[in-house]
């Protein structure tokens, strides 16, 4: 082979490695995990294309925004895994305990972008029912 030809295919294998090391960075390396407790207020499947389970869990204290409004401090989350989402289906009013990994970007067979989420929430594993009835009423 030419001198020249090796070089152009050096260089395309090197941009290749770069841009496969960007899109895993940006869309497939775990960025955050964690726990997260609070009462299951919402399951839901959603999606036009990708059916994913969209959920939001209400956790203690109040949040503010940047606009200044004072609100509940809500956790906002997807599932893609059906088990899963059917045994949290099944929580809803009770006070849970969910393992959850965040990645930098979205990808719609992941479930939604949330506007006040950096990144996406994907639960991974339910951990534990923490109080069966935390409000008094029994949702």
Known sequence: MKKGVKIAIGILVAVLFIVAGIVYWNYY???REGTRVGI?????????VFKTYEGE????????SSDSKVGSNVFHFSIS???LAEQLNSLQGKEIEVHYVQYRRTLPWRGRKYPEHEGQYVVDKFISVKNENPNGYGL
């Open 57 to 64: 869990i209400i956790q203690p204290g109040i949040r503010t």
């Open 40 to 48: 299951l207020y919402k399951l839901s499947k959603e999606g036009a």
């Open 81 to 83: 895994d059906n088990k």
């Open 29 to 31: 390396f775990v960025y």
